[in-house]
């Protein structure tokens, strides 16, 4: 599709101005001052707020389709059932009922060092990490690259999971691998550039029997940004685990599939003995900072509590 505004909103963002979909994430960096230039409100855009299927089962859904209506779409529920979950789980149903898809995957770090206007880290025009050297229990376990603050995008993780591909108006298709780089330039929460404005997530078509979990692990209910969160998808079929999709959130600073674990699980019969040595698997290549070696410990119970919520107990 093409928007007839994009070339507009192009030249807008290049002089330092911001796309605006829900607004909740952009008007609290405007209330800290870490975004004053214009804002294009985006929210007009057409076509953008349905979510479509094809042929084949699958879904296209568009970029300023809400957070909540993901949630709660039962055909959602039934083809993406750990998508459904993720976006259920995540913030508070106000936030899910402003929020969209695009901005959910596009937000940017929680990292309090960026969010403090008297702090020049990397990703606000610095050359630093203050969070690497300071305070930084919540930061990352697997250290990718010179910013140490996890990616905050449940429902990246949460596509991740489900190969899913997005449309960028003017570039293409491109995989969530690809929306968020490999987390080695500390400047991006993402690739887009100024002004890019994603239009569509693409989902595979579904796959019958499949069974999803998500959990966080989280000191309170809700309103809050888990310091692990995990999205196991199986397939099992007599006695055997035949598909598995493992994404996880919170401990990189991008979204992070875990794909030793998965391949430790196939054709495994899908008992607690099983899912307890594949669990311990998502500490392999870990690398945290002083203040997170704790944290692996959470990323591996995280990884077993959501693979067991599957497996029979046995
Ligand atoms: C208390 C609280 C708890 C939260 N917990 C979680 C959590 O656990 N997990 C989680 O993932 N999130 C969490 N959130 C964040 C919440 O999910 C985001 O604020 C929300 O998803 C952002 O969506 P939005 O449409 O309001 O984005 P906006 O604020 O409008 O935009 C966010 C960013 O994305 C860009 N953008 C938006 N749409 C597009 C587009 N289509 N194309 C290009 N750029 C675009 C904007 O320019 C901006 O930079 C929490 C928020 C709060 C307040």
Sequence with gaps: MSLIIAQNIKETANTNGELRAGGTDLQERRRSRISAGPIIDIRRLQGLDQIEWQADGSAVIGAMVTIDAVANDPKIQAAYPGLAKAAGGLATPQIRLMGTMGGALLQHTRCPFYRHPAYNCHKNGG???????????????????????????????????????????????????????????????????P???????????????????????????????????????????????????????????????LENVEQALMSQSPGRETVEKAAQLAAAGTNPLPQTVDKVRFLVNTVWHTLEVLSPKS
Excluded at 169 to 178: K, Q
């Design 195 to 257: 002004g890019q404005i994603l239009t569509h997530i693409h989902l595979l078509p579904p796959i019958p029997q499949e069974k999803a979990a998500y959990f966080r692990s989280i000191s309170r209910a809700e309103a809050e940004w888990p310091i692990v969160e995990c999205l196991v998808r199986l397939v099992i079929s007599d006695d055997q685990i035949t598909f598995a999709r493992i994404g996880v959130g919170g401990v990189a600073n991008i979204p992070l599939r």
């Design 127 to 193: 050359d630093e990490c203050f969070a690497r050297d300071g305070h930084n229990p919540n930061g990352v376990v697997f250290d990718l690259g010179p910013c140490v603050y996890p990616h905050p995008a449940t429902l990246g993780m949460a596509l991740l999971a489900y190969e899913a591909e997005v449309d960028i108006d003017g570039v293409g298709r491109r995989s969530i691998d690809e929306l968020y780089g490999d987390g080695s330039d500390p400047t991006r929460d993402h690739t887009l550039e």
